[in-house]
Structures are given as C-alpha cells and as structure tokens.
C-alpha cells in the first residue's frame, strides 16, 4: 500500500470500528481532539498495562505514582518551563494564520493564502495551558496543566524515596495525561494538545548517568519490538547538541517510521541533576540523597525514558495494519501482538438461532471472567470474522449446530485462519495457552 494511503485507512479503520473518533464529532469536531472509542479504550488501555508491566511489574527497582496535573506555578519556574517553553511564531499579515517560524517553507510563502514575505518578526509563545485556580482571575491564582508528568515525579521525589527506603539507582513509573497548546497539532493523534504520558525517572547515583543513559535507550528500544513493531520500522536517533533539551546532556529518540517520514515515538534524555537541584533551589527543600556507605550527601542523577500513550497505540496500529486476500477478497487485518489486542475472543453463534443462542451466551460468560472477550451474532459469519479481523481478535469461538451435541466450539485464528475443535469445558485452558505463545 502507498505509504500515505496507510494513515487514511487507519484513520477510517479506527472510525469505523469504535478505536477513534473525531472529539465533540456532532459540532464538527474540535481542533485535532480525538476520543477513544469502545475499542480504542481497550487497545490503549493495554498499551498502558504493558508498558506498566515492564517498567514496574518485572522490575525491582522501580515504583509507581499517580500526581496531579495541577501543580504550584513554582514547579513550572524551577523546572524552567515558563522561561522555555516555548516554540517561535510568526503572523502571515496577509491572512492572520499563524505559524510555527522554524516550520516555514524555503519559498518564503504563506503556507495558507500563498502571500510572499509577509510574515511579522517571531515572537515566542509559551506552549503550556494556563488556568485560574479558585474563583478570582488574577496573578495570584494562575496555574498550568502539565505539559510532562516528570515533574510530578521530580517533586514527589523526597516523598518516595524516605516512604519506600530506595537506594539510586532506581525509578518512579507514571503513566498520566499531559497538555500542551500546540501550534500544529496534527497527523491524527501523532501531535494534539491533549494527551497520555508514560515517562520514568531512573535516578542513579553522579557519574552512572552515561552508563544508565545506554541501558535505557536499548531498554526502550527492545520493548516496541517485543510488542510486535518490526525493527526496520524502529531507530534510535541521538540529538544533535543544538536540538537538546534545557535540562538535557544528551537524548535519543526511538523513531517510528509513520507513514508521512521518521517521527519520534519516545525520547531518552540524561537530564542530569538539573531537575532536583533546581527544586532544591526554588523550594529551599533538601533533596539530595544520604549514602550510607561512603557517608555523603549526593544529589541524583536522572536518567528518563518518556514515551507517549497516545503516539505508542497509534504505532501499534499503524505496524499491524494489512490487507490480505481471502478467497479473492480483500480482507483487513490488525495483526496485534495477542496482549495489546482489545479483544482476545469473540464469541460468535453460527446464526441467530433460538437454539443456538442460549449456549453461545452461556459460552461467553463462561469466557468473561477470563479475558476480555465481545460477543456479535449481527449478520452472516463471514462478515463477523472480518469485524474481529479489522480490530485484530485473536480467536473467533463460532457456536455451531453441532455445539448442541459435542459440546464443543469451532476456534478460529486471526492470521493463520487455522481452526480447532475445542471441548466447551477445555475452552479457557486451551485459549489461555495459545495467547500465552506467541
Ligand atoms: N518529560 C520529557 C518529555 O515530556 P517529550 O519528548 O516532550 O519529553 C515525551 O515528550 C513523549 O510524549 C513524546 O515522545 C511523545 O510520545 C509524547 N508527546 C509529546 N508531545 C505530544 C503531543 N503533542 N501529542 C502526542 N504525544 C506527545
């Protein structure tokens, strides 16, 4: 398929079979906003818990955090976000558009009405969303969304570290949403103004940053692959030193090869000591670390992987989607790894029969307790099984008018389209086999 093809029938997939929608979609949406739909909620929801699961579960250096999005204004000026922040803009005198001034075209036109030359001087405009906490709007009350969850982390770092008695290295895990006022939000949901974080701050004692930084970087690399993106379709990018961060002594990216070009997916950054120093700084707290052994107060270094929930579910989708040929036709596939896929089975009645019904729906509640499973006896089997195929359904289970009399299932694979008969009562041992393989 040609690659810009690829984005569209992602974006009609994802429409047309309850991933995602258009946000506030009866007003004519909103401004690059989308919502997860039945099924998107599902896909998402497992990208989160996979990444939880690597970064905290199977660890025993790291814990979780849930902070707020609001924060004190004084985290944004210690972090140096209200100071830079910022993207450089420009006007079109022309039409009134505005622009990102590092995103211009060579021509020197304006990307919307075509005048030449007529841009004002860039200005900088900070990205964060401000806000009024309490019912005066004045100085006193502002307050921003977050435009990272780091922060949180980064101010809660005294707090875990005494309650939990941990010894650098280790890391805080948060999975949270973020909001930045984007200048051009677009290509789906790769940029918009709103959206999920998952970031981890690895704090290692001075002088392991460089060692923790190479650790993360092929860490965060080899956990996409594990889900199921092709490795051709990874890299990891370093930065130039003019691209880095405030906070950065070095980042690498791993980038996804989207189908408009290499875009970022996650980015690793050495933020050295800079975060806790200057909260020490601002907040008159001590947060350096006491180490026992040699007797020193030291502050931490920080290592940070910080991926997106948003752009990693849009790059599992985009890595999974195909088109394939059934019986000469066209069939859409999501091959998902079986963990992130929003549905493991879908029950499906052979037809909508009064015989045969009852013992579907008793098989689907038998299934239930165990995995996450939708049930769908609306028009021909053919169709139900492209339905389970189009949002990548490991199994279809088809209840048969045999069923009545075996007490078995027809189980049905999603890529191999391989069927087994299956006992009813063998049903969840012999799925949660065959989703525990890959
Ligand atoms: N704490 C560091 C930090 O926030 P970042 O590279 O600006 O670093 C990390 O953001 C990740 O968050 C990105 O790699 C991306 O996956 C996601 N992200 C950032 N801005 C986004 C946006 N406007 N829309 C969707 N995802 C975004």
């Known amino acids: 398929m040609a690659k810009a093809d690829a984005l569209n029938s992602v974006v009609n997939l994802a429409k047309r079979r309850g991933l995602v929608f258009p946000s ?11 919502d997860y739909g ?16 690597t970064m905290v579960q199977l660890r025993d250096d790291m814990v979780g955090l849930d902070a707020a999005i609001l924060m004190a204004p004084k985290v944004w000026e210690a972090s140096g976000h209200i100071a830079t922040f910022t993207d450089p803009l420009v006007d079109c005198k022309s039409c009134n558009e505005r622009f990102r001034a590092d995103q211009l075209p060579a021509s020197g036109a304006c990307p919307n009405c075509g005048a030449k030359g007529s841009f004002t001087e860039a200005r900088q405009f900070n990205l964060m969303f401000k806000t009024f906490v309490g019912p005066v709007e004045d100085d006193a009350s502002v307050a921003y969304l977050r435009p990272e969850t780091a922060q949180g982390i980064f101010v809660n770092f005294k707090n875990v570290q005494t309650t939990m008695r941990r010894k650098p290295p280790f890391g805080i895990a948060q999975i949270g949403k973020s909001f930045r006022n984007e200048i051009t939000p677009g290509n789906f949901t790769y940029r918009t103004r709103e959206f999920e974080q998952m970031e981890m701050e690895y704090f290692v004692p001075p002088g392991e940053g460089e060692r923790w930084f190479e650790y993360w970087c092929n860490e965060r690399f080899r956990w996409y692959t594990e889900y199921g993106i ?8 370093p930065h130039d030193p003019e691209e880095l961060s405030h906070y950065s002594a070095g980042t690498a990216d791993v980038e996804f090869q989207y189908p408009w070009g290499w875009g970022e997916l996650e980015g690793i950054a050495n933020r050295t000591d800079y975060d806790l120093t200057q909260h020490a700084k601002f907040s008159g707290e001590d947060l350096t670390y006491y180490d026992q052994e040699s007797g020193t107060h030291y502050v931490p270094h920080v290592i940070e992987p910080a991926a997106g929930a948003d752009r990693a579910t849009l790059a599992f989708l ?27 089975a879908a029950v499906l009645p052979l037809s909508r029969n009064e015989k045969l019904s009852p013992t579907a729906r008793d098989v689907a509640t038998m299934l239930r307790p165990h995995f996450q499973i939708d049930y769908d006896d609306a028009s021909s089997i053919g169709k139900r099984y492209r339905r389970q195929d189009e949002v990548g359904t490991p199994f279809c289970v088809t209840v048969d008018f045999d069923s009545l009399d075996d007490n078995a299932v027809t189980v049905r694979e999603r890529d191999t389209m391989e069927q087994d008969r299956v006992p009813i009562p063998d049903l969840v041992a012999y799925l949660r086999e065959r989703l525990a393989s890959s």
């Open 318 to 344: 985009l890595a999974a989607y195909d088109e394939d040929e059934v019986r000469g036709e066209k069939r859409t596939v999501l091959r998902l790894d079986k963990r992130l896929a929003p549905y493991k």
């Open 38 to 53: 039945p099924v998107g909620v599902l896909l998402k929801r497992n990208v989160k818990e996979a990444w939880w699961r």
């Open 24 to 34: 506030s979609e009866i007003y004519g949406g909103f401004r690059s906003t989308w």
């Open 230 to 237: 092709p490795e051709s379709m990874l890299r990891l990018r």
